[in-house]
C-alpha cells in the first residue's frame, strides 16, 4: 500500500501524520521543531523519521499567509489569478514580490503567501518525496474536521504575534477566515461575537498550550478544544486534512506554476499508466480465457474420443433395430393386406345352396367373378353379402331361364370384391 504524508507547516513546529502500511504503523503522527529561515536540518530529520514515502502534501500555516475576501469582478479562477499577479501590492502587504495564490470560485476569498520562501521549503520537502498538494492550513483544518463535524462552527486560532485567526468552516468547507490583532479590546468584541448563531466554537492553541486564552484575558465559556478525529490527536488535525486531500483537484491548490505543472504531468503519466496497465490486464485475462477455452476444448475431445467408439456401436446396434422394426411393421401391414383365396373359395361353398352349378370363376386382385346356373338366382346376392369376405355383391347382367336335364335353370353373373379376413 503507498504511503502518504500530511504536513503542516507552523511557526514554530512541522506535524506530520503518516498514513499508510499495515498493522500498527498503518497511521503515525510526528511533530518536529524547525527554523523557517533554515530548514534543512528538521528536514533532514523528517526524511528519517517518516521512512519511505509515495506522496507529500502540505498544509501552510496561516502565520505564513495573506487571507483577505477581495472584491474581484466575476470572472473565472485562472483571470482572477492574472489581476492578482499583476500587481500583488494593491490587494496585499507587499511590495515587488511573487506571490503564490490560492483563489476559489465560488467567492472571493484569496490565500496568498510569498514565493520565495514557500519555494525554499517546498524544494527541501521534495528531497523526501514528491509534493502532490499544497494548501493552507484553514481548508486542510476545515477538511479534517468535517468528517466527524460537518456542521458550522468557528474555530479560533492563536498566532504567533498574539493575534488570533477567526475561521468558519461548515461541511468540511471554509466559509470565511479574518484576522484581528493582538489589541484586547477588538480581540475580545471579535470572540464575544463568535457563537451568536448558536454554532459551535473551538480553540486551536499555536503549540497545544491548553492554558491559552483567545478573549485576551476575558473569560471564554463557549470555546472548548478541537475534537480527535479517527484517532488522531487536535494538534495534528491539520496535517491529517492534508493527506485526506492527496488525489482531489488542484484548483484551489495553493502551488507555485511549475510545481502545479509536474504535479498535472505525474497525473497524466499516472493515468496513463493505469490505462495501459488496464489494458494489458484486459488482454491477459482474454488470453487466460482463450487458454481456460482451449484446454476445456481438448479436454472435451479426448473425453468424446474415450466414449466414441462404444458410442458407435450402441448407435449401430440402434439403426438395427430400428431397421427390423420397420422390416416387422411392413410384413405386418403386407399380413394384415393379404387375401385369402382358399377361404374364399370355402366360404363359396358355405354360402352358395345345393344344386348351384359354377361354370367359370375368374379374379383379379381382390376382384371376384362367378358364372353359373341355379333353380333360383334371385336370393344368390343376398346369401353371399352375409359373409364378412365378401362386399360389393352385385349382377352383372340378368339372369336368363334354360332348361337342364328336364329342370328349369337361371343362369348368372355375380361380381364381388374379396377382402381379408378381419
Excluded: C
Excluded at 393386406?337 to 382358399?342: E, G, K, M, N, Y
Amino acid at each position: 500500500m503507498s504511503v502518504r504524508v500530511g504536513l503542516e507547516l507552523g511557526p514554530d513546529v512541522i506535524r506530520a501524520v503518516r498514513l499508510g502500511g499495515w498493522g500498527r504503523n498503518r497511521l503515525r503522527t510526528l511533530e518536529l521543531h524547525w527554523d523557517p529561515a533554515d530548514p534543512a536540518e528538521a528536514i533532514a530529520a523528517l526524511r528519517e523519521a517518516v521512512g519511505d514515502v509515495g506522496r507529500i502534501s502540505v498544509a501552510v500555516d496561516l502565520s505564513f499567509l495573506f487571507a483577505k475576501q477581495l472584491r474581484l469582478p466575476p470572472l473565472a479562477p485562472a483571470e482572477k489569478r492574472r489581476i492578482l499577479t499583476l500587481e500583488p501590492e494593491r490587494f496585499f502587504p507587499v511590495r515587488a514580490e511573487e506571490l503564490v495564490l490560492a483563489l476559489r470560485a465560488e467567492d472571493n476569498l484569496v490565500f496568498a503567501a510569498r514565493a520565495s520562501v514557500l519555494g525554499t521549503w517546498l524544494a527541501a520537502l521534495e528531497t523526501i518525496a514528491p509534493i502532490e498538494l499544497v494548501e493552507p492550513s484553514p481548508v486542510s483544518l476545515a477538511r479534517a474536521l468535517g468528517r466527524s463535524h460537518p456542521e458550522a462552527a468557528t474555530i479560533l486560532m492563536e498566532g504567533k504575534d498574539q493575534s488570533v485567526g477567526i475561521l468558519e468552516i461548515g461541511a468540511g468547507r471554509v466559509r470565511r477566515v479574518r484576522r484581528i490583532g493582538g489589541d484586547p479590546a477588538e480581540l475580545a468584541a471579535a470572540v464575544a461575537a463568535t457563537g451568536e448563531g448558536g454554532e459551535q466554537v473551538f480553540l486551536r492553541p499555536l503549540n497545544g498550550n491548553q492554558g491559552w486564552n483567545s478573549a485576551g484575558g476575558a473569560e471564554t465559556t463557549s470555546g472548548r478544544e478541537l475534537p480527535a478525529v479517527a484517532g488522531v490527536p487536535p494538534s495534528h488535525l491539520a496535517a491529517y486534512g492534508a493527506a485526506l486531500g492527496l488525489g482531489g483537484e488542484l484548483d484551489e491548490a495553493l502551488l507555485p506554476a511549475d510545481l502545479s505543472r509536474r504535479i498535472g504531468g505525474r497525473r497524466r503519466r499516472s493515468l496513463a499508466s493505469g490505462a495501459v496497465a488496464s489494458i494489458l490486464a484486459l488482454a491477459f485475462a482474454l488470453f487466460s480465457l482463450d487458454g481456460f477455452r482451449s484446454r476445456t476444448l481438448n479436454k472435451l475431445d479426448a473425453e468424446i474420443g474415450q466414449v466414441r467408439e462404444p458410442a458407435e456401436g450402441v448407435l449401430a446396434l440402434e439403426r438395427q433395430a430400428d431397421a427390423l422394426s420397420r422390416e416387422a411393421r411392413g410384413v405386418a401391414g403386407i399380413e394384415g393386406d393379404r387375401l385369402d383365396p382358399v377361404a374364399a373359395l370355402g366360404a363359396l361353398t358355405r354360402r352358395l345352396p345345393p344344386g348351384v352349378h359354377l361354370t367359370a370363376l375368374r379374379s383379379t386382385g381382390p376382384d371376384w367373378q362367378i358364372d353359373g346356373f341355379a333353380r333360383e338366382a334371385a336370393p344368390l346376392v343376398a346369401r353371399l353379402e352375409e359373409d364378412s369376405l365378401f362386399e360389393g355383391v352385385h349382377f352383372l347382367s340378368a339372369t336368363s331361364r334354360t332348361r337342364l336335364d328336364g329342370k328349369v335353370y337361371e343362369s348368372f353373373s355375380i361380381a364381388f370384391r374379396l377382402v381379408s379376413a378381419p
